[in-house]
């Protein structure tokens, strides 16, 4: 079957800037991100195979989450410019490969993933969603009941952490139980840190589990709260005791709004080209000029077969 790889393009960036040391051509340009970017995406095309990959990127404006609450992300620190400087770089060795760069005003990259999956499930293709950042877990679909193909997350190895394949099984060894699609309910109780989602005040990770274990959503959660003979019944062996209680109905519209951040969109007005997704399909040449220019001569023999190697490849074996 085929693979699309969809790679969340500032996950690995910024991941690349902080793993490789300074690093500079003889021209005095700085690259390190650029080319731990580029080592990650060939070792990824190396060692999943690929038929198809595309990228997507943030953009600089705010997204709809900015807009629905003004501290989304508030407290991350401004990016460096020396990572700002690379991006161009970066986009440059992607549209040298001819892959094509996914992104849409007012969404994320995660939205963008997000669409793109969806609309892959379509087809006879296994999509692998390739990003250090854990948010995208919530769209793993080991079985779509209306598509046909899969969609798992790759978080790749990172200093003495293994890469790491996550399907539902995988998912919900890592949260107790919980289905991938569940997470968002599970930030809308517990938060999200590194997002600046603020879920329910006094609710934490564990007790948060526990009761999307028992609810299914906060939907569940809240009609229950709603209902006193619900509730009554609720409490009975569970961790719903008075204090949670009075936490959960303090932070109702709190939690409401945080499942709204966590949410990814599925349905971002673009198109999925497979077409223009091939990975064979680069002048191979291109890129090796690019990269000597950029002094990756060490990445040269790590580049993927071009159609014409491919054709070549298939007649011979």
């Known amino acids: ?11 690995l960036l910024f991941r690349a800037f902080y793993a490789f040391p300074p690093l500079t051509t003889s021209q005095g340009e700085l690259v390190n991100a650029v080319y731990g970017f580029t080592s990650i995406l060939l070792t990824v095309i ?32 401004e990016t ?8 161009a770089r970066v986009r440059q060795v992607v549209t040298t490969l001819n892959l094509p760069i996914y992104e849409q005003a007012g969404f994320e990259a995660d939205d963008v993933i997000g669409t793109l999956a969806e609309q892959a499930k379509t087809k006879e293709v296994i999509t692998t969603i390739v990003t250090g950042d854990l948010d995208a877990l919530q769209l793993v679909d080991d079985d ?52 600046n989602i603020p879920g329910v005040k006094g609710i934490g990770p564990k007790t948060a589990i526990q009761l999307i274990k028992q609810f299914g959503s906060i939907e569940n959660l809240y009609q229950s709260l709603e209902d006193p ?40 007005p673009l198109r999925l080209d497979m077409k223009h997704c091939q ?6 040449e291109k890129v090796v000029q690019l990269f000597k220019e950029l002094e990756f001569r060490s990445l040269i023999n790590k580049l993927p077969n ?8 298939e007649v011979l074996f």
């Not at 079957?1 to 996950?11: E, F, K, P, Q, T």
């Not at 990975?279 to 191979?284: A, L, Q, R, S």
């Open 229 to 268: 003979k619900k509730m009554i019944l609720s409490k009975k062996g569970s961790s719903l005791s008075d204090t949670i209680i009075l936490k959960l109905i303090a932070g109702k519209e709190s939690a409401f709004q945080s499942k709204h951040l966590a949410t990814i969109i599925k349905n971002v």
């Open 46 to 77: 190396k060692e999943l195979k690929p038929t198809h990959l595309a990228v997507s990127f943030d953009l600089a404006a705010p997204t709809f989450r900015h807009e629905a609450f003004k501290d989304y992300k508030a407290q991350r620190a």
């Open 80 to 87: 460096p410019k020396e990572l700002i400087d690379q991006e």
């Open 306 to 313: 071009d159609a014409f190697e491919q054709q070549v490849q």
């Open 1 to 11: 079957m085929n693979r699309l790889i969809l790679i969340d393009g500032h996950a």
């Open 144 to 195: 779509p009941q209306k598509g046909k193909g899969k969609v798992e997350v790759f978080i790749p190895a990172r200093g003495k952490k293994p890469a790491i394949t996550y399907d539902e099984k995988a998912v919900e060894d890592r949260f107790g139980g919980l289905e991938p699609e569940q997470l968002i309910d599970y930030k809308a109780l517990a938060g999200d840190q590194s997002d």
């Open 279 to 284: 990975v064979e399909n680069y002048d191979k």
